[in-house]
């Protein structure tokens, strides 16, 4: 079954630029969406459709995809960027969606 | 202001059945594309099931699929999930989320989730 690979954990210190990454086989023909969430809450969509920034979203959150490689990159990373990061996509037979396993920010 | 509010959760014996809702506000309804997600204890996301605009197409995860059956009233502005043969490993937050257009859309506002507790 497809799978979306994001690693489990990274690590930056307040103004750093942190990147998570997700990879998937079909990245290269279909979108990927990123989603924050923050310890007890509901997950929060910060970027669409590769790389386009919903509006409330801070300008800093930025995404990027390349090849079987979607990226999630937070330049200047503050405190209230720690959270869980998950990329959602789906394969290439369409209607079959997957989260990647999600990525802890930690910002310290 | 988009609202879902998700409801029905609870707590249901192994093998049991439940129906969730999903009521919607502050959008036309009738044009967004619904998804189910989940989130067990601790773990991460887990798509579920989705459905197009007119019920007239449901998709599903693979280890949910012929148990749960999603639908949609465009009438009353409401999702459902009904889940059956329900299993210990079907316990978590489910969440209700409004759909970017289909096949191979995302979602972008979520509920906040109701409980779903599967326990003897």
């Known amino acids: 079954s497809y799978e979306l690979t994001q690693p489990p954990s990274v690590s930056v210190s307040p103004g750093q630029t942190a990147r998570i990454t997700c990879s998937g086989d079909?990245?290269?023909?279909?979108?990927a969406y990123w989603y924050q969430q923050k310890s007890g809450q509901a997950p929060v969509l910060v970027i669409y459709?590769?790389?386009k920034r919903p509006s409330g979203i801070p300008e800093r959150i930025s995404g990027s995809s390349s090849g079987t490689m979607a990226t999630l990159t937070i330049s200047g990373a503050q405190v209230e960027d720690e959270a869980d990061y998950y990329c959602?996509?789906?394969?290439?037979?369409?209607?079959?969606?997957?989260f990647g396993g999600g990525t802890r920010l930690a910002v310290l | 202001e988009v609202q879902l509010v998700e409801s029905g959760g609870g707590l249901v014996q192994p093998g049991g059945s439940l129906r969730l809702s999903c009521a919607a506000s502050?959008?036309?309804?009738?044009?967004?594309?619904f998804h189910w997600v989940r989130q067990a204890p601790g773990k991460g996301l887990e798509y579920v099931s989705a459905?197009?605009?007119?019920?007239?197409?449901?998709y599903y995860g693979k280890s949910v699929k012929g148990r749960f059956t999603i639908s949609r009233d465009n009438s009353k502005n409401t999702v459902y999930l009904q889940m059956g043969s329900l299993r210990t490993e079907d316990m978590a937050v489910y969440y209700c989320?409004?759909?970017?257009?289909?096949?191979?859309?995302?979602?972008?506002?979520w509920g906040r989730g109701t409980l779903v507790t599967v326990s003897s």
């Open positions: 459709e590769d790389s």
């Open positions: 079909a990245l290269p023909k279909k979108y």
């Open positions: 959602y996509s789906t394969d290439t037979s369409d209607y079959s969606w997957v």
């Open positions: 502050g959008f036309t309804f009738s044009h967004y594309a």
């Open positions: 459905i197009n605009t007119n019920g007239g197409g449901t």
């Open positions: 989320a409004r759909g970017f257009p289909l096949p191979n859309g995302g979602v972008d506002y």
